[in-house]
């Protein structure tokens, strides 16, 4: 049994929603046993910096008015050296420097929040403080003593206390010390001579470009790094390095570690192993009913009887929900891995909207109205634009139960695509719109209550509209009926899944 490392976590978070799926993803850590601390403004926690009670704090970038970076570099004004994680929902260089410049040990994209990912960046995080605190205190007694054998000594201390591999290379990459913990995590020998390697001689060639192009940036090293053993196994290492910098602010010292995440990768791999046989055990029976269907369909049709077709309507409608449903759960599965597949290519906006239109015409007993171009193109993955539209139209036909038609409009503006459904149904309270797209929510007003449903068609909607680089709101009023409008660029830049 894996012995859990306890932490305390502080979670800076103005949002109780992001808050809560911060602890619910940490409660179920393989590795860490999360103390969690929350606190829901910007004056409740620099509070909380003061006392320096946690291990670990993780900061949201937006915080009422103030700011989470602003945050940030007060603390370290303030001399806080625990680990700062800014916390945003933005993936971009531009964020990477500002939380840079600020201070910050690293930043996490919500959206890609996993538990797998919060255990890494927590324990590498308190690694790299444990290991700079240790740092700060041995580079004093160097200094101190102006002795290079008991520096040596020292560090040789250092690093066979901690659990990690230790490494240290000049300014150009050059290796000044390594552990013996990083030698047997790389499977070097202890005894092999390492006084003119470079750090990059360690490395996979895949790997050595990055390395020189991070010394010459003097940014962050982040890489994973796969080793095979002598025995034939692979062994996953997470490699992470901080340029050390004098008074001046050039990098005089790189110094890092390497963390064996062995165990992480294979329990990834393994649920990937669980998504895909359960994807063809759960899928494969239903198939093969709605087939049988279909065709008990046609010859009850040729027999004319009427009872039997629709009893027969009744069981495809209830096994399409079945299937949608088991479809959903299993891309939120993916989603929660960071597996969702993601295939853009050049499509007919408007011909993937007539199949999607004739598909849920046979269902549905709503007309659904059209108003696009004749010819729109963009760059999508087929298949997940096609749940988009599906998920939207079958939420407007759902929720407008008393109306016959609901609408869909396609408009192209410069480089984007707008889509808007509408419907004339019950309505969304105001209060209820900021949580529409959220993980299980359904709405909480009796009618909507009485509607059926898990609450994961907006948010797997959400998820894939974020995917193509686009964006999805909502508006609406209660008793009028909702709008949703996804905009979306023709042209995709590269993902990051």
Same mark, same amino acid.
């Given at each position: ?56 704090? !993780?900061?949201?970038? @937006?915080?009422? #008015? /103030?700011?989470?970076? +602003?945050?940030? &570099?007060? *603390?370290?004004?303030?001399?806080? =050296? ?100 990083? !030698?047997?995590?790389? @499977?070097?020998? #202890? /005894?092999?001579?390492? +006084?003119?390697? &470079?750090? *990059?001689?360690?490395?996979?060639? =895949? ?291």
């Amino acid at each position: 049994m894996i012995e859990k490392e306890q932490v305390t976590v502080v979670v800076i978070e103005d949002d109780p929603d992001d808050a809560f799926i911060i602890q619910d993803l940490l409660s179920d850590s393989r590795f860490l046993d999360a103390t969690v601390i929350v606190a829901s403004t910007y004056a409740e926690g620099m509070a909380e910096l003061d006392k320096n009670c946690g291990d670990v704090y !993780l900061i949201d970038q @937006h915080l009422g #008015a /103030g700011l989470g970076v +602003s945050l940030i &570099e007060e *603390a370290r004004r303030r001399g806080i =050296k625990k680990p700062l994680i800014l916390l945003t929902g933005n993936d971009s260089p531009e964020v990477d420097q500002e939380a840079q410049r600020a201070g910050a040990n690293d930043y996490i994209v919500k959206f890609e929040l996993t538990t797998s990912m919060l255990e890494r960046t927590i324990r590498y995080g308190i690694a790299q403080w444990l290991l700079f605190k240790n740092q700060e205190q041995l580079l004093g007694e160097m200094l101190a003593r102006r002795e290079a054998e008991k520096r040596e000594a020292q560090w040789h201390l250092l690093s066979e206390t901690l659990p990690y591999g230790l490494w240290l290379t000049d300014a150009e990459g050059k290796i000044e010390y390594i552990s013996c913990s990083f !030698l047997k995590l790389m @499977h070097c020998h #202890a /005894g092999d001579d390492i +006084s003119d390697l &470079e750090f *990059a001689d360690l490395l996979p060639k =895949k790997l050595r470009q990055r390395w020189q192009r991070t010394l010459e940036r003097g940014t962050p090293w982040n890489e994973d790094i796969e080793v095979t053993s002598e025995k034939g196994n692979t062994i996953y290492i997470l490699s992470r390095g901080m340029p050390v910098h004098n008074h001046a602010g050039e990098t005089i010292q790189w110094v890092g570690i390497n963390l064996d995440v062995t165990q992480e990768k294979r329990l990834e791999k393994r649920k990937d192993e669980f998504l895909k046989i359960a994807s063809h055990e759960l899928k494969s029976p239903i198939t093969s009913i709605i087939s049988s269907l279909y065709i008990l369909r046609d010859e009850l049709g040729k027999s004319d009887q009427q009872i039997g077709l629709e009893y027969v309507g009744r069981m495809q409608r209830q096994l399409n929900n079945l299937t949608q449903l088991v479809e959903d759960l299993l891309d939120l599965s993916k989603i929660e891995m960071d597996k969702l597949s993601y295939h853009p290519q050049i499509i007919n906006l408007r011909e993937l909207i007539h199949e999607v239109v004739e598909m849920m015409s046979a269902q549905a007993t709503h007309a659904i109205e059209l108003d696009m171009p004749e010819d729109v193109y963009l760059e999508a993955d087929r298949h997940r634009l096609s749940q988009v539209l599906v998920n939207l139209l079958s939420n407007a036909i759902k929720f407008s139960p008393d109306k016959d038609h609901v609408s869909l409009t396609v408009k192209p503006e410069e480089e984007m695509i707008v889509i808007q459904v509408s419907d004339q149904g019950i309505g969304i309270p105001e209060k209820e719109l900021p949580r529409v797209f959220d993980k299980f929510f359904s709405g909480e007003e009796d009618q909507a209550r009485k509607i059926t449903g898990l609450g994961l068609g907006l948010f797997l909607t959400k998820k894939i509209v974020d995917l193509h680089h686009g964006s999805i709101s909502v508006t609406s009023e209660v008793g009028k009926g909702t709008t949703f409008t996804v905009i979306l660029p023709i042209r995709q830049t590269k993902t990051t899944l």
